[in-house]
């Protein structure tokens, strides 16, 4: 396993494994994980022209899902909760919640800013697990807000909480929209990509945005057997770590990713070939892939390992982007092959022969499921395959 | 696991300070004073007139927190981060939506979108203190729950040490009415039990929640007060 001098004074305690026994997917690929996983391993993109998030500072495509009605008052936040929720079995009354979203009904801004609306607080991060708790009959939550991030930090801090043994079951779910917000935002920035983004890709010219959901289950293996539920995969470990270095750009020797996956590796216990496959952020900036790729070869060297972006197909999910890239990477150790990087036709550097536009077959029980964000934010997370699949 | 506090720094609208080296922590009033980042952050920050009132102050009670752990100097390695907030950058966000409809809506800032994430803070804090730890922020009923967050971190190992605390410059001017809190920032030092002696240990109570010293915490102001109660850190009596 190879760690850094820095990290070798830290002893990860060998977490309890934590298994994940129920799964939920919205995107704008497909209205569950069966549509969307079905969608992608066709290498169909959801990423269009959104002529109605346009403005003056540009046009926008994006994925937008397209069966979301917008409500006549309110957010689509709401009506994407509720669908994802529908797909979810009840949750144990004792689950800790955690959720995951950076701007929640950040829509209704437009609402509040120039006419006045009543259901403001639809605007605040705490709203998801406000209403997750209430939908579900919980005591609360938090949310967790750490830029693209966000879920996979949610999902680790779910996974801490049963591996101390604070909790034996965990709910977290995900969610951020496509707004005119974030499209103007990101545009301003002149991330965006005027055409589908290609993670990876030499060519690669920037960002899509896209917008969905996730719900995850996690239950302490014990507490699973005792409810009779199946191990749809596993949480194996998990790593934070952060840049220091700049708030809106990697920095670009992949050091804070290097380390994130690291810490993940040692609190699992597992040496990096472990690892056979990886679903990484790969958002399609110049910078942000390249950062990736360089701390992927630090971290794998010269092995030829598949690697995908979803991106390509469902835009970048922003907050929601890691708990929706872990079901599906639930899903693709299931199934044994990783889903086409969407809009990559000619892979840049050690991305060849690695990241391709087919599906890729794997062996191994082990996939790395990476983040990173503004910021300065990396999260990383290893899923083990399960009894049966998501 | 148990951790001890190191350090403990707050903003208020009743003013800066850390343990033995203000006047009494109140968590009261609304409106905020100026953060004078000359006196209070390890070095001036170019951009920090163009930082946002929540950025500030939360970098602000951190550089205090720090300074009263004597950790200030130097990079903080394997440091993170974890805040609570409630409103976090919302007032940002309104600001960036009016740069959406200015000039024929042509010019959206960048400057401001930078900003229109509440992880925003954590992430200026990363660089101005060299944090390379986890960093993140939450959004909770309960200001202790960053607190609870770094304890699981330090007894899973993920980070040598855990800045923790609430930050929130409050409800934006024109907002729609609702609740009214004061504003303010405390942020405190933790490290594993057993590197340091510090102003005492917190621990996960039996019951859910956490104590201080083996007595139940009730929030964060609790823990200020308790905090102060014990005395300046040694060697900080004249910091």
């Known amino acids: 396993m190879s760690c850094s001098t820095e990290h070798s004074e830290i002893r990860g305690v060998a977490p309890q494994r934590v298994w994940i026994t129920d799964v939920a997917l919205v995107t704008a690929l497909g209205e569950n994980l069966a549509a969307t996983w079905d969608g992608l391993g066709a290498g169909r993109s959801a990423i269009v022209s959104q002529p109605h998030l346009a403005g003056a500072w540009g046009e926008a495509n994006g994925a937008a899902i397209p069966f979301l009605a917008q409500p006549a008052q309110g957010s689509r936040f709401m009506p994407l909760l509720e669908r994802l929720l529908k797909m979810m079995p009840q949750a144990p009354l004792d689950s800790a919640l955690v959720t995951a979203t950076t701007k929640a009904g950040v829509d209704l801004l437009t609402c509040l800013s120039l006419q006045g609306c009543q259901s403001w607080e639809a605007v605040l991060p705490e709203a998801l697990p406000r209403q997750v708790a209430m939908r579900q009959g919980l005591g609360g939550g938090i949310n967790i807000s750490a830029a693209c991030a966000s879920s996979t930090i949610a999902l680790a801090r779910a996974a801490s909480r049963i591996a101390s043994g604070r909790a034996e079951v965990a709910l977290v779910v995900c969610l951020d929209l496509l707004t005119a917000f974030v499209l103007a935002g990101f545009s301003a920035l002149k991330a965006l990509s005027s055409d589908p983004c290609r993670p990876f890709d030499l060519k690669r010219s920037g960002l899509s945005l896209g917008e969905g959901a996730a719900a995850m289950l996690l239950m302490s293996p014990a507490r699973a057997r005792r409810e009779g539920r199946g191990c749809r995969g596993t949480i194996l470990g998990w790593g934070a770590a952060s840049d220091a270095s700049h708030l809106t750009a990697p920095l670009r020797d992949g050091s804070g990713l290097v380390r994130a996956i690291e810490l993940a590796l040692q609190q699992a216990a597992l040496p990096t070939a472990a690892v056979a496959a990886v679903c990484a952020h790969g958002t399609g900036t110049r910078y942000n892939d390249a950062m990736e790729l360089a701390a992927f070869e630090r971290i794998f060297g010269a092995r030829r390992l598949p690697l995908c972006s979803v991106k390509g197909a469902i835009g970048h999910t922003l907050g929601a982007a890691g708990g929706i890239e872990a079901v599906l990477g639930l899903k693709a150790l299931w199934e044994r092959f990783l889903p086409p990087t969407c809009g990559c036709r000619q892979p840049e550097g050690w991305a060849e022969g690695r990241v391709t536009s087919q599906s890729m077959a794997f062996d191994g029980e082990v996939l790395l499921s990476t983040n990173s964000g503004f910021g300065g934010i990396n999260a990383a997370l290893l899923l083990g395959r399960g009894e049966c699949g998501p | ?239």
């Not at chain 2, 917190?202 to 308790?226: E, H, K």
Request: aromatic fraction near 6%; charged fraction near 15%; include cysteine.
């Open chain 2, 1 to 239: 696991m148990r951790a001890v506090i190191m350090g403990l720094g707050w903003i208020t609208a009743r003013g800066a300070g850390r343990p033995g080296q203000s006047d009494p922590f109140v968590l009261a009033g609304t409106v905020l004073p100026a953060i004078d980042q000359h006196r209070l952050l390890p070095r001036p920050l170019p951009h920090f007139g163009r930082l946002d009132a929540y950025t500030r102050l939360g970098l602000a009670a951190t550089a205090l927190a720090l300074r009263d752990a004597g950790q200030e100097a130097g990079a903080l390695r394997e440091t993170g981060i974890v805040c609570t907030t409630r409103y976090g950058c919302l007032q940002t966000d309104l600001d960036f939506m009016r740069s959406m409809t200015v000039a024929g809506g042509r010019h959206p800032s960048p400057a401001l979108f930078a900003y229109t994430l509440p992880s925003a803070l954590v992430g200026e804090a990363g660089i101005l203190f060299g944090l390379t730890g986890p960093a993140y922020v939450t959004a909770s009923e309960s200001d202790l729950a960053s607190l609870e967050l770094a304890l699981e971190s330090l007894s899973l190992g993920e980070a040598r040490q855990m800045l923790a605390g609430w930050c929130d410059a409050g409800r934006p001017e024109g907002f729609p009415p609702g609740d009214v809190f004061a504003p303010g920032a405390v942020i405190c030092l933790m490290t594993p039990a057993g590197q340091g002696s510090g102003y005492g240990v917190i621990d996960w109570r039996s019951t859910g929640g956490l104590c201080f010293d083996g007595t139940p915490l009730r929030n964060l102001a609790d823990l200020v007060v308790r905090c102060i109660e014990k005395g300046p850190m040694a060697g900080n009596e004249h910091g």
